[in-house]
């Protein structure tokens, strides 16, 4: 489906050069993780060994994916650099804005009709600039990237946590905001810090009722949630070499719920397998050619401790299957021991939904592994007690499973097939009686369970297993239920045992599909015109930022001092805004309303200097911008944490917000801010925090000479007619001095453009 085998040749041609160069820079045998990272430099020249968890380096990856959701104001942004097309291979994959109800059949028409102009837009815009484009109920980002466009030793941004999917395919594939895929997509290089690694060895071989998702809720449960935080998670051994490409997949994804930069694992024989089912044999040849480079050098996994910061060891043939949950993916029970804790804990025994599916476990394999089980309610004489739904990862695997008889199966046990699409996955799930806030028990093969994540129910418990135990689990009805132990009572008050389940890594007769739900970009998009109605309340086309005036900034008014925790969902909150995401204007609303104001402990209640009355904070600057004046707003610690959220860079900048004055900053959001052409300043002495009042007018000077590492100064003018000045400290580079002055990064990209 439009993989660039040429761009893939293209990397393949210098990978070995350049992980040679790699290795003599750094004077020691290579691991994946950094053979893919050295190989993506943006200055191949580059002779630099760089110190991981240290050094901030710039990165030139090989593809941008972007969901339905955070492809709005990426592609809006984008659009902003006048560049005729992407710089590299990108998509865009509908998911997330389909709700799931009453089956496919009818919920994607409904959420064609619901969300057509956010659909039209993503469509017209991937037209024109040389996107490829996936429609509504093509499948899940993350399916579908592994199917169509992931390749061993390729690097991969996407605007989706679990965009580390593509690992399974032996990428370094990282999730991203949005503002970095307009950057990339741009041509502007991608900055990461160099991560630590993490070394997973996988001894012996998965049997059983055991499967890969076994392994990552093993892993979640040793590392827990924060366990892989600046750090690739690099998995090797013979246990990892004799599992399936896509139960890699599996593995990968739910990297994201150790907090793990990424997760990979080297090129072998079921990566080969996997690229030639779906249509990839040249991608395999190629990649056989260099195939030595696609994996760690052979010392390092001789002595892994030598190698990595960290190194964890599972035996695969001693390994139990795991549910985890409630609440929280790390929370890792063996199936063993859940019927005593779960009675200890007093959580719901009774299984209201089996879900399987999801971009985390929808491969053949877990399929057919699933019906395998499903099919023993028939066999056996059983009765299926819980509900089962279905959310297959792509068309083409649903085209498949329905091919090969699995949805007949799946039907005889009453199940819901949803859309191909993420569905109760991100919430978008439309459970009949949710809204009573139950408490009940829920089993699925996803990768979050945090509270409310599927239903919206906070007292709904929900536990992430392989799609087999979801099957058997669901068909027991009972979460103390052991499929390896313990037996069922049948129709005819027979005690029967499941038997294990068992499956095809690979559909005997190849994958099939009839319609895939790919749209091809045009070959020249200059006449496509981009879909935006003007009276739209979802979609605005964005204006330019106004370039810097030359001089410095004088009499800005404090719009908030923001005390104690402010995080990107304080500045730019989630939830009922998301659908405004594509209107900078309209999801302006949202700005600080969480922060909390210093003068009064109050959110969203600030002082409108220029009346002398409370109201929300983003009227209130309104009024200022409306008035022509500037503002600027301060922050206490690590300001800005959270997500890389670009609205929360790009709303205050939209409503004439000035500079941000904090403590320190989380620095994704002090890069967004830069990147928006903000001024994001730090207090030298923390201290001087305190002598900011509420009513001062305030200066910032310094800026005619704004250079690197020279602080600029405050003065403030109290009401009192005193003033106080302090300097603060900046890290702006040469370049992003320019983006200030420019008004934004883009602006700039766009003038190279014209040029
Ligand atoms: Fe979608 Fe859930 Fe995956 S939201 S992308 S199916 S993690």
């Known amino acids: ?127 024109k600039y040389g996107i490829g484009f996936w429609k509504p109920g093509a499948g899940i980002i993350h399916q579908v990237v592994l199917e169509n466009y992931a390749f061993p030793g390729g690097m991969m941004i996407g605007t989706d946590s679990h965009t580390v999917n593509a690992g399974g395919l032996g990428m370094v594939a990282i999730g991203v905001g949005g503002a970095d895929a307009c950057d990339v997509m741009a041509g502007l290089p991608w900055e990461l810090k160099f991560p630590k690694l993490i070394g997973v060895k996988l001894t012996g071989k998965l049997n059983g009722w055991t499967s890969p998702k076994d392994v990552i809720l093993k892993v979640a449960g040793i590392l827990t949630v924060k366990g892989g935080t600046g750090a690739i998670v690099e998995y090797f051994g013979d246990g990892a070499t004799g599992m399936s490409c896509t139960g890699k997949g599996t593995i990968c994804n739910m990297g994201a719920e150790i907090g793990a930069t990424t997760s990979t694992f080297g090129y072998d024989e079921s990566m080969e397998r996997y690229l030639r089912a779906t249509n990839r044999a040249d991608v395999a040849d190629a990649a056989n050619e260099i195939k030595e480079h696609l994996t760690g050098d052979a010392e390092v996994y001789a002595e892994p401790e030598k190698y990595f910061d960290q190194l964890i060891e599972i035996d695969l043939s001693a390994l139990e299957p795991y549910l985890n949950g409630p609440f929280t993916p790390d929370l890792a029970t063996p199936i063993s021991k859940m019927k005593e804790v779960a009675a200890a804990n007093g959580w719901p025994m009774k299984i209201e939904v089996g879900l399987i599916g999801s971009c985390t476990n929808s491969s053949y394999e877990d399929i057919s592994r699933a019906v395998s089980v499903a099919r023993q309610v028939a066999e056996k004489g059983l009765t299926a007690k819980a509900e089962y739904c279905i959310n297959p990862g792509s068309e083409q695997i649903r085209f498949t499973i329905q091919r090969d008889g699995f949805m007949d199966v799946f039907n005889q046990i009453g199940a819901k097939v949803f859309t191909n699409a993420c569905g109760p996955c991100i919430g978008m799930w439309d459970r009949v009686g949710s809204e009573k806030q139950e408490r009940n028990t829920i089993v699925h093969s996803f990768n979050r369970n945090f509270a409310k994540r599927a239903d919206g129910n906070p007292n709904t418990f929900a536990f992430v297993g392989s799609p087999e135990l979801v099957t058997a689990l669901a068909i027991a009805g009972d979460l103390s239920f052991n499929p390896l132990t313990d037996t069922l009572t049948n129709n005819k008050g027979e005690q029967v045992k499941l038997d294990e389940p068992t499956g095809s890594e690979l559909p005997a007769n190849g994958f099939a599909v009839d319609d895939a739900g790919y749209q091809q970009p045009a070959a020249d998009g200059s006449g496509i015109e981009v879909l935006v109605s003007p009276t739209s309340h979802r979609l605005q086309l964005l204006d330019p930022f106004t370039p810097w005036e030359g001089s410095d900034l004088k009499g800005l008014k404090l719009l908030i001092k923001a005390k104690g925790k402010c995080t990107t969902d304080h500045i730019s909150m989630a939830g009922p805004w998301l659908k405004f995401r594509g209107h900078l204007d309209n999801i302006s609303n949202n700005m600080l309303i969480g922060a909390v104001n210093y003068f009064n402990d109050k959110t969203d209640d600030v002082k409108n200097s220029l009346t002398g009355e409370y109201g929300p904070v983003p009227a209130t600057q309104r009024a200022y911008k409306a008035a022509g004046i500037g503002s ?103 370049q992003q001095i320019e983006w200030f002055k420019a008004g934004g990064a883009l602006n700039i990209i766009r003038k190279q453009v014209k040029s």
Not at 23 to 36: A, D, Y
Not at 87 to 113: F, M, Q, R, W, Y
């Open 1 to 127: 489906m439009a993989f660039d085998i040429e761009m893939i040749k293209k990397v393949y041609a210098n990978f070995g050069p350049r992980v040679e160069a790699a290795r003599k820079l750094v004077g020691r045998p290579l691991t994946l993780s950094e053979k893919i990272l050295y190989t993506h430099l943006w200055d191949e020249n580059t002779n630099t060994s760089y110190v991981r968890g240290t050094d901030y380096v710039d990165f030139a990856p090989d593809r941008v994916a972007m969901q339905d959701a955070t492809a709005q104001m990426a592609l809006l942004q984008f659009m902003q650099a006048g560049r005729p097309k992407v710089a590299v291979p990108s998509t865009v994959h509908c998911d997330h804005l389909i709700t799931a109800k009453l089956g496919a059949e009818i919920d994607l028409p409904a959420a064609n009709t619901e969300s057509k102009e956010v659909f039209d837009f993503l469509a017209s815009v991937s037209n």
């Open 632 to 734: 600027i707003v301060v922050g206490d610690e690590n300001y800005g944490e959270g997500s890389s959220r670009e609205h929360a860079a790009m709303e205050p900048r939209h409503l004439g917000v000035r500079a941000v004055l904090v403590k320190s900053f989380a620095r994704i959001h002090e890069t967004n801010l830069k990147k928006q052409g903000m001024l994001g300043l730090t207090f030298v002495n923390k201290e001087d925090y305190e002598k900011i009042q509420e009513d001062d007018v305030i200066d910032i000077t310094g800026l005619t000479t704004f250079a690197p590492n020279v602080p600029l100064i405050i003065v403030l003018h109290h009401t009192d007619g005193t003033q106080e000045e302090f300097p603060v400290n900046h890290s702006y580079n040469a």
